[in-house]
């Protein structure tokens, strides 16, 4: 029976300080419904003693019923000097009502009488009242001890003190905390080690980032006992973020055999992480380990042979175990033989050595360098193949196009207009659409003017747009627009490169709706048995 | 006397591969040039036998001369079956001219057997023959042994022979690849520190960050006797990227005592990361340890009396040792008390408790978390802080504007012009420009109606202009533009957000203007002393 590791995110509390990030109370609730359902056991979500916005929330999210997790809301020990009844902080947090409660409180002598201005028998008391004061009111405690790492190599009797205070209040498990983010991984498992052999109580450990170490220093702890890891779940927080968890969760589960999540919730943990990152309007970066889109993407003209005799050569777990994918570069050996099987649907004479063929493979390189992403984007690649090789004929041509942008005014909700002249086998169309700046205007209007002929576009939306400066230069520098739309049944990305963001989003959207028009053409064909 | 540990990048390699990086030859040189400067030990900057564009780039560089560093070229062992002299990618290796050569070769018998189809003693011929081949041609030779420790998991015995082939032919470094980043950081160390009593040659180490413990991994084989470190400078590579330089560099030196590079080159160390981010087009992440903007960046109610009393409380290194600096973000406690210096210099009346201070600390806590940037801003804070307690006369109003995008056309170089009118104080001015896109345009046509008014803004120059889309909602999405200005003596950042780019750019615009000429004001008045 493997050993249950406890996961306690704090996304919503250390998370919600990091810089540019911002949560609504409704993206608060969405985070917490997809760490709910992934299956984190603590969900830290506040600090209404000191930040009367998550008293609201708390309020709020009283009528939720949570599957799995924990609500747990965070606050210090007692106030020096005063009673724990007394202390309005705790008020608070009983108010709160979470099941879970956590408890930050010192455990370097320094700190105490230095900052705090204590003695250290007090601070003892604090701890150990303040545990007793919230199990009594029903709440399954974690003592959170701040700067542990440095206080212990300071004084190392005090700091194992404290946490024998808290187990003597009850807590639950006592958390150590690197509050610094400084400590390193060899010496993060000998003081767990001891500590862990020292107290009854289970040990948590709680990390940061600062020396790039947050998720070795926490799996090293639980090699060394921990039996709680707090973090949060794509490393967000102050400084350099706080521990990973969905880099450290695999790391314990699939490769150490720690029980984090069930399987199902493990094959969840990527969604989960695309899912998080989008709520908090973060890039999730294409790098991360396990959930990242490139984590298991391969290149380096590797062989495919080796991928499929060996895949444990160039992956260290398998992909759909974390719900991620392997992606084959298709600018690579191994996407070659699905480029030239494509090339040869559309002219059966060309070879891997044809000369086209090469200027096919040079463009799609060039193309994924940009960021383009052609896997399982196979009419994009038959669109430029097409184009390539000259056997495409546009669906339409941009005659003209004219974009004013004005200086918004009262009652007028749209401040930009677009003109576009299209023309279609000879035949020209024009109108225009009023938007909320110059880019949406053309799209509309492009659209309006389009669908004279091809009423099918009417079921393409656009699912996102971004937009991205590539090379700098000020207000004069090369844009790259990246769209993506669906029109039900399938989703596609398309991309457009200017130094004028409104040209570049106009390829983007040109060729967006040209891909759909292509397909369209080839499911006709099919129906007809045509191809 | 502190051991000294090889620094090896592979940036211009390994990272070239890595999805999003396109390295021009220029590119590649200037990046050169920062690692060499900053103090990197051996520079791997090709693989000229599978790399057409690398032979290239190794002939154009045989003229720099490089301070520190030691140019190597990459490649693999002699393929299997013929003489070293007979193979090709080693004839292109010689020819690259390079002091130093990185050879990799297999240590895992299933490799041997199933995928390069030889046996296993042929393997530690190609080994020995290569290195002695290259080192008879004055080669320094790192070998790379690839996948050894999943090869030293199923075979040790084997693994560490191939190792005392490459000491045999004359390898100064046996490199342990961790090349599926899969290992885990006390089996990398069970493994180096086995291997290094195995063997008399130098033992390094190259892990990737598959599993996000690549820096870990690095150190801790340090800590068993590794004494070359691979890895690149802001952890560029395939899929998770490769193990970072930036992050273990401090680590093995202000931790641990190694000696890695000068204590000048030490504080070099973000700079050069922010030079070759740029280089590379990728953006630094403000949470990146070490050289990351935010890395210093305290928050959380802290109080400045414990930064100041004890900073290794919230800063494991001081920050300068690396080049970086503390910030302290304004809307937080520690910088309120500057924040109510400000204030009351524009209104002696108000104090801490004043509803006005909690409006221009409200502000600020927003405009911060939404990515602006006041440290170092005074004059932007004295504009906000004017704005919000109604003690500013803008400088000048916009009365009307018209932005139009075009279709570009042959011949016509610039596709966008703008209309401006503006109003300073009752007199209205007009005027036009052509540009690049819209925003250049207005950019263009605001400054020159402007100038009439204000001649010092023809001093201004914008540095950087960044467009980011931070709410979704395809073409009708939030837009933040930041953009950077200076005028020679200062620089300074401004902020747009509007779903319009053209409105955000525009509001970032007029914001830089009016510091600008608000920072004229006051220095006007400083040397008139009347403040």
Redesign the interface.
């Known amino acids: 029976m493997s050993e249950k590791i406890i996961l306690f995110d704090s996304t919503l509390r250390d998370g919600a ?6 949560f609504s109370v409704e993206d608060k609730i969405r985070v917490l419904e997809t760490l709910d359902r992934v299956g984190i056991d603590i969900i830290e979500a506040g600090n209404p003693g ?1 930040n009367p916005k998550d008293i609201d929330f708390f309020e709020r999210v009283k009528d939720i019923e949570l599957k799995h997790s924990k609500l747990c809301a965070f606050g210090s020990t007692r106030r020096s000097g005063i009673g724990v009844e007394d202390d309005t902080n705790l008020q608070a947090i009983i108010q709160a009502d979470t099941p879970a409660v956590a408890i930050f409180g010192k455990a ?1 002598p ?2 105490i009488t ?2 705090i201005k204590t003695t250290l028998d007090e601070n003892l008391a604090m701890v150990e009242d303040t545990m007793a004061f919230l199990k009594a009111n029903g709440k399954a405690v974690t003592f959170d001890a701040e ?1 542990f790492f ?1 206080g212990y190599k300071m004084d190392p009797a005090y700091a194992v003190e404290v946490l024998k205070a808290a187990e003597r209040g009850g807590a639950e498990c006592a958390a150590l905390c690197d ?4 400590t ?3 010496e993060i498992m000998e003081i767990v080690k001891h500590v862990a052999s020292e107290v009854d109580i289970a040990v948590g450990i709680h990390c940061h ?5 947050g ?3 926490s ?2 702890a639980v ?1 060394a006992g921990a039996r709680q890891v707090q973090g949060t779940f794509l ?1 967000y927080g ?4 706080n521990a ?1 968890l969905s ?2 969760i ?2 314990l589960q699939l ?2 055999g720690y029980d984090c999540l069930s399987p199902e919730s493990m094959e969840k943990l990527t969604s989960s992480a695309i899912r998080i990152a ?1 709520i908090s ?1 973060y890039v999730l970066s ?5 959930v ?1 889109k ?8 590797m ?1 495919i ?2 991928v499929l ?2 895949p ?6 398998p992909p759909e175990s974390v719900g991620n994918q392997r992606r084959i ?1 298709m600018s690579e050996v191994a996407g070659r033989s699905t480029i030239i099987q494509l090339i040869n649907e559309i002219d059966p004479s060309l070879t891997k050595k044809s000369e086209e063929t090469t200027r096919v493979m040079d463009k799609i390189k060039e193309l ?4 383009y992403q052609f896997e399982g984007a196979e009419s994009s690649i038959k669109l430029l193949i097409r184009k390539e090789l000259g056997k495409y004929r546009p669906f339409f041509q ?1 005659e ?9 005014v009262e009652g007028r909700a749209l ?2 207009s677009a003109v576009v002249k299209v023309n279609v086998e000879g035949q020209s169309e024009i109108n225009a659409a009023e ?6 205007a053309l ?1 509309k209007a492009l659209r309006k003017a389009l669908e004279v002929f091809y009423p099918k576009i009417k079921e393409v ?17 090369k ?1 790259r627009v990246l ?1 993506e739309s669906t029109d039900g049944e399938d989703i596609w990305t398309n991309v457009g490169v ?6 570049a ?1 106009l390829i983007a959207l040109i060729d967006s709706i040209e891909y759909k028009l292509l397909n369209d053409m080839e499911r006709k064909l099919k129906e007809f048995k045509f191809i």
Chains 1, 2 share one sequence.
């Open positions: 300080q990091a810089e540019g990030i911002s000191s370097w320094f700190h230095e900052i700067h440095d509050t610094n983010g400084g390193l991984p060899m980032n600062d020396s790039g170490l998720v070795a220093n799996i090293m090699q490393g102050e400084r350099c973020g990973n880099s450290i695999p790391n490769k150490l989008e309007n294409g790098r991360e380990p396990f990242g490139s984590a298991f993407a391969h290149k380096g003209g062989h042979d080796a005799k060996a444990t050569s160039f992956e260290h777990i570069l994924e360098y940009q960021g941009i003209d196009f004219k974009t004013i942008g004005e200086k918004p401040s930009a938007g909320d700046g110059p880019v949406n799209d939306r656009l699912t996102d747009f971004k937009v991205r400066v590539i090379d700098k230069g000020a207000t004069a520098s844009v769209i200017s130094t004028d963001v409104i040209e989003s």
